[in-house]
């Protein structure tokens, strides 16, 4: 019963974790995190159910939150063939809203509310980051928030305009496909940000110019600077960085899908990687796995949902791990 709890719990977050929070006895014994280079059953089952709450976020976007902000319907659908500052900047603002009121909420929830000292113990770095870096990943989340809306934006434009091809209706498809489309959506992302992620990083050959090594001192370590990482470090990175991470968001679009699926990539990006950093062991959502890569940088360059850095040797499942990798 357990493991079905919190299988759902991405359904119900954040009610279901501060509940669990709450119920926690105080002289509980936290183990030490462990991961194995295959994702369990339960591990997947939360990743669906993450996905879930993604397209139902992306759906609310598309067929709710228009009307709220004074548009007759989502721009794609029409408001968009001209570029006018009304609806673009309702998805703006909609992103940057959605940024601060996510990783605001839970990094108070976590580290200053009611429950802090509570949780304390679940911290997976038991230092806490300084407020310099809060206020540091704050900015830079921000700033891509708005390049996540900006590839929204163009994409409403293009599809206006015909410019490239999307499906009017969810009809379109099947049910059993949409119901696949819509549980395995961080699933079929993660590839690319396995790729981008590792090109990113210095690649260890002396065959070719070492591009990767450019990339990280120029781009991607403004992403490192949240060694010790927080919700709001989950997208705390550099234009160039936040634009390519945003972009997969056309994976749905290359198979001419409905733009919930587009829109659902990109509010998985986010609110994935807002939670996924947020540095606690349950009840909190820290993924263990990536905050070893921002401890360490050489290992874990994607995510468990799609196994590439266990098949690609880049697999640590703690730090002593991570010494043996370029061995």
Not at 198 to 221: C, E, N, Q
Not at 238 to 257: K, N, Q, R
Not at 263 to 289: E, K, R, S, T
């Amino acid at each position: 019963m357990a493991e079905l709890g919190k299988i759902l719990s991405p359904m119900v977050f954040p009610v279901g974790n501060a509940a669990v929070a709450m119920s926690k006895d105080t002289k509980e014994k936290v183990e030490k995190p462990h991961i194995d280079p295959l994702m369990g059953t339960e591990g997947h089952g939360m990743a669906m159910m993450a996905s879930l709450r993604s397209w139902l976020m992306a759906y609310a976007c598309i067929y709710h939150l228009p009307q709220a902000f004074g548009l007759s319907e989502y721009p794609a659908f029409g408001p968009a063939k001209t570029l006018e500052l009304n609806w673009m900047a309702h998805i703006v603002l909609r992103d940057v809203i959605g940024c601060w009121v996510i990783c605001g909420f839970w990094d108070w929830f976590l580290y200053f509310g009611p429950l802090k000292d509570k949780l304390q113990k679940y911290k997976i770095n038991p230092t806490y980051p300084s407020l310099a870096q809060l206020k540091h990943d704050a900015y830079w989340s921000t700033s891509a928030s708005i390049t996540g809306a900006g590839i929204e934006i163009l994409l409403c434009y293009l599809w206006a305009n015909g410019r490239i091809p999307m499906q009017v209706s969810l009809s379109e498809n099947s049910l059993l496909l949409n119901m696949i489309l819509v549980l395995t959506i961080t699933h079929y992302r993660i590839p690319h940000f396995y790729f981008m992620h590792r090109a990113m990083h210095p690649w260890k050959t002396s065959t070719i110019p070492d591009f990767g090594k450019f990339l990280y001192k120029k781009v991607h370590s403004l992403h490192h600077k949240s060694y010790n990482p927080t919700a709001f470090s989950g997208t705390s990175m550099h234009p160039i960085e936040s634009t390519l991470y945003y972009s997969a968001a056309f994976i749905p679009v290359i198979f001419g899908l409905h733009p919930v699926f587009a829109l659902a990539i990109i509010v998985d990006c986010g609110v994935g990687a807002w939670l996924g950093h947020d540095g606690f062991q349950w009840p909190g959502n820290g993924d263990y796995f990536h905050l070893l890569h921002h401890a360490h940088f050489d290992c874990n360059y994607g995510a468990m949902h799609v196994p590439l850095d266990w098949i690609f040797g880049t697999f640590a499942g703690n730090k002593e791990e991570v010494k043996k990798i370029w061995e």
